[in-house]
């Protein structure tokens, strides 16, 4: 006797305890589940060849861009970076009425905001060099024989991209006992300076002299070797030759401070009674010469370096072979427009985003 065929429908469905039978979803996932690293690795290649054939085919460029999104990320630098931004952005409502109240009562001309008054009220400052051909000493300086000296010349340093280093003594201490005019603080000046040029001189950074040597870099040592005539003096010989006239030179020196302070308010055309060939506002701290001070805490020296494309860079990976000092100076190193200062602020704004993410 053959079933019927309710008996054969009721046969063929499923029970309720039964599995219902696999979907492609759900045959997906059962396969990913079985072989899981199977997938991983294959989705990861998969992202990686995508990735290299967007950057090679289509010319995408990776690159970081620090100064976007860490300011609200809460950490010390990002805060600076707001307040110096909101400052910035309101400027003229912080400041513009003050500063053009100030403009009309002393019948000067007014400009849009502080900003644009000092880029654009540019007074002639002072040049140190501009009488240096008609001297002894301002020959010998600007007329070395193997090198192309007329750099010192020039009226004003500030308008290129150099290298200069910032001297402070006992930077450490509260209370200062260290000046730079003392020997031994002028011989960690010396060989710090002479360990700058010689890393500048092996990454071919100087280009004023026949025989790949760097010119001394425009300091107070370049004005005691041209009183000396010690150009080709090593440190320790520039400093005994130096000592016995320390206080001479110190004299000299604040006589030139005071005369320079009388020069900016009176806006003299000529400095004349300054016998130092070559003395310049960079090389003392505002408070050397006042009220008989002849502590000399801070000063810079200015060097010569090629104006090659790049090169701002390069001064910067080379930085920390820069002479810093000793034990009674320490040193600090940047170019004009503070190249080194924004290659430092980016790299430390890189790691501060990596830790804030």
């Known amino acids: 006797m053959e079933p019927s065929a309710e008996i054969i429908a009721e046969e063929m469905e499923p029970s309720a305890g039964a599995p219902a039978p696999f979907t492609w979803t759900g045959k997906i996932a059962r ?37 976007k999104g860490f300011k609200s990320r809460g950490t010390l630098i990002g805060k600076r970076a707001m307040q110096a931004s909101l400052v910035r952005w309101y400027q003229e409502d912080l400041f513009y009425d003050d500063f053009r109240s100030n403009s009309l009562s002393q019948g000067g001309d007014l400009y849009s905001s502080p900003w644009d008054y000092m880029q654009e009220n540019v007074i002639l400052g002072y040049h140190p060099m501009a009488s240096a051909p008609s001297t002894e000493e301002g020959r010998r300086l600007l007329q070395r024989q193997t090198c192309d000296s007329s750099w010192y010349g020039q009226a004003d340093l500030a308008n290129d991209n150099y290298l200069f280093a910032v001297w402070k003594t006992d930077a450490k201490k509260d209370n200062p006992t260290s000046s730079i005019l003392e020997p031994p603080v002028l011989l960690e000046l010396c060989e710090a300076e002479d360990q700058t040029k010689q890393s500048l001189g092996q990454n071919g950074l100087c280009g004023a002299c026949q025989d790949a040597e760097c010119l001394p870099p425009y300091s107070l040592l370049l004005l005691i070797r041209n009183a000396f005539d010690g150009f080709d003096m090593s440190c320790q010989e520039l400093i005994e030759a130096y000592t016995p006239v320390e206080e001479q030179f110190t004299q000299i020196l604040v006589a030139c401070a005071n005369n320079l302070r009388e020069f900016v308010q009176t806006a003299s055309e000529n400095v004349t009674s300054c016998p130092l060939v070559g003395f310049g506002p960079h090389l003392v701290d505002r408070n050397f010469g006042l009220d008989g001070n002849i502590m000399l805490r801070y000063s810079s020296s200015y060097f010569y370096d090629s104006n090659s494309h790049g090169k701002e860079k390069l001064l910067y990976e080379i ?38 993410s």
């Open 31 to 67: 396969f990913i589940s079985k072989n899981s690293l199977i997938c991983l690795l294959g989705s990861l290649s998969a992202c990686i060849a995508a990735l290299i054939v967007t950057v090679t085919i289509g010319n995408l460029e990776i690159t970081v861009d620090s100064y």
């Open 319 to 356: 930085s920390d072979s820069f002479g810093r000092g000793g034990s009674i100076l320490t040193g600090a190193y940047d170019t004009i427009y503070e190249n080194l200062n924004a290659y430092a602020v980016n790299d430390v704004i890189k790691t501060d985003m990596v830790r804030s």
